[in-house]
């Protein structure tokens, strides 16, 4: 028999394994099952602080094995394959989408083609480091852009809501396989860390590589390769450009991935000219970054009880004005980091490394933002373009370069949390973990009205939540707009094929249909699986 129980218990116990046993062992008695204690084996599961009503408790899960072994396919991962010339799948975009589709197909011995702008992790290493050396923006090789997607160079938080669309043990299974830290089976709010992430995602390819997948770096997708197929416009094929020498390829296969992440205006650009019909607008979000010294939330999350304790999280969510308020990839201990994807525009993210250990704690806080929020200047643009769906990212693109007027370089434009609140240009700012440097900016001045006002009701009511939130120390770092994606690229709900575009697949959070690393890699493992049995 196999019953799962959890147990709560106070920090200090973690380690006294007697204590959780017969804790356990209490629960199992007190829902009236019977064991023995030597024929009955615990197999951790999963633990979870909780820091609510003012003390700090841990919640511990375990699977318990009643006269029987436990099983040892916890850890197991899917068999992949050398590749069969049955079928060649396109994959565009090598982020958790394109990557967790490729090892999918391999499953079924399906040769994957990954075609990707940037370069590969050692290289866009360098490139993110220009960044802030040399305020230079590499429009394929960013934070964005290149090998192992938006992720790469992330926190790697490995959490999703999104329970309901896959099996995301299966996920941090192949990742845990891959080099992540086997933690991250057990944490209930797993992460890597950038300075493990890359090495995952190299072994990745590594894998994809040897069983017969082709990698293509440096090499962009510019266009469809469309035909006619039994009355429909169907896609057999790519046109792409090599970033550096210009020099234009076509690749033809079975069936395109289209996992391109949500930072590929050229991308929807491109679908708008082909095949306007096929993007819809849809919800995202606009906010700032905000920092604070890691003690700070520390303290107010732990009550003052800090000694020993992870480096504190944070989620909050408020509703102002029939709107979302809320704070969106929470980096304890991390930075702020240069996100753009384009040396016109200015756009910050988070992340941190697997010890979490910065001296500071960030996350964007967000306003909802929907189709009906966008400024008509832009809905009018959009409609004058031949595709509406396009308003948002037109409203999207414009906050990134009012960013980049307002900031320098890639100096990001900046105000003390309090400033801001009282509408006024901060006459210092403190010392920040966002290397490219800030510049002191009344925020109030340049973003929208509707944005702003529920920015500043946001961070009061926050405060209410977390008492201390709002304080002289606490940074905002704009601007925030790449939270998700404002155009969903439509696909039948059944197939998962574009609904204009035949044998195209959107996947991932380009797609409009996932956000987030995990939920994105099950979106491409499904979209995978549907082609497997064309
Ligand atoms: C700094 C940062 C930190 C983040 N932290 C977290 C986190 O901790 N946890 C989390 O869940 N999520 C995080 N995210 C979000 C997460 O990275 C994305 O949700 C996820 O990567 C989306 O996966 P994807 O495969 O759909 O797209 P992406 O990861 O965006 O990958 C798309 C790929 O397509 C390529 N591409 C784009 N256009 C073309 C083209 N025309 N031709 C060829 N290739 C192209 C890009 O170069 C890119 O590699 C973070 C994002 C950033 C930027």
Not at 84 to 98: R, Y
Not at 169 to 177: E, P, S, T, V, Y
Not at 314 to 320: D, L
Request: net charge neutral.
């Amino acid at each position: 028999m196999i019953k799962e129980i959890t147990i709560t218990i106070n920090p200090e116990d973690e380690k006294n394994y007697n204590r959780l046993k017969t804790l356990v062992f209490k629960e199992l008695k007190q829902n009236g099952i019977k064991f023995t204690a030597e024929k009955t084996t615990l197999v951790f599961q999963k633990k979870s602080i909780d820091a609510r009503h003012g003390r700090v408790k841990l919640h511990l899960r375990y699977k318990v094995y009643i006269d029987e072994k436990p099983a040892d396919s916890e850890d197991a991962v899917p068999v992949w394959k050398k590749v069969s010339e049955s079928k060649t799948v396109i994959i565009i975009g090598s982020g958790p989408a394109g990557l967790f589709a490729a090892l999918r197909l391999l499953e079924d011995e399906i040769k994957p083609v990954i075609i990707e702008r940037g370069t590969d992790t050692t290289s866009r290493r360098k490139d993110i480091a220009l960044i802030s050396t040399k305020n230079f923006v590499n429009a394929n090789s960013n934070y964005c852009f290149g090998e192992g997607g938006a992720g790469t160079f992330s926190d790697g938080k490995l959490y999703t809501r999104s329970n309901k669309r896959g099996d995301i043990g299966r996920i941090l299974r192949i990742f845990a396989h891959f080099g992540a830290d086997k933690a991250i089976l057990t944490d209930a709010h797993p992460h890597i860390g950038t300075d493990r992430l890359p090495k995952v995602i190299n072994n990745m390819r590594n894998k994809i590589i040897e069983l017969g997948g082709e990698f293509h770096f440096n090499t962009k997708l510019t266009d469809f390769i469309i035909e006619e197929c039994k009355g429909a416009e169907t896609v057999c094929g790519v046109m792409t450009e090599d970033v550096i020498s210009g020099e234009k390829t076509e690749f033809r296969g079975d069936a395109v991935i289209l996992a391109t992440g949500h930072s590929a205006t050229d991308v929807y650009s491109l679908i708008a000219r082909t095949s306007p019909a096929a993007l819809e607008a849809k919800t995202f979000a606009v906010g700032v970054r905000v920092e604070h010294p890691r003690k700070l939330i520390d303290n107010i999350q732990y009550h003052g009880k800090t000694e020993g304790m992870p480096t504190a999280e944070y989620r909050v969510t408020v509703q102002e004005d029939e709107r979302g308020v809320y704070s969106f990839c929470m980096c304890p201990g991390g930075f702020v980091v240069p996100s753009a994807s384009g040396d016109e525009e200015i756009v910050v993210n988070g992340m941190s490394a697997a010890a979490r250990n910065s001296k500071w704690s960030n996350a964007a806080i967000v306003v909802e933002t929907r189709p009906e929020d966008i400024p008509q200047n832009f809905v009018g643009e959009a409609e004058k373009m031949g595709c509406p769906a396009l308003a948002g990212l037109l409203f999207r693109t414009d906050l990134e370069k009012k960013a980049k007027m307002n900031g320098k370089g890639q100096a990001a434009p900046a105000q003390l949390l309090t400033d801001f609140l009282a509408n006024k240009q901060s006459e210092t700012l403190p010392e920040t973990s966002y290397t490219p440097g800030i510049t002191a900016s009344n925020l109030n001045e340049w973003l929208p009205p509707h944005i702003c006002t529920r920015l500043q009701k946001g961070f009061r009511d926050i405060d209410k939540k977390m008492h201390g939130f709002v304080s002289p120390e606490a940074l905002l770092i704009a601007v925030e707009t790449r939270t998700s994606t404002p155009v969903r690229i439509l696909r039948d709900g059944e197939t998962m094929e574009c609904t204009v575009l035949k044998r195209l697949y959107p996947a991932g959070e380009g797609s409009g249909y996932a956000g987030g690393i995990v939920s994105s890699a099950m979106d491409g493992e499904k979209v995978a699986n549907l082609i497997a049995f064309l």
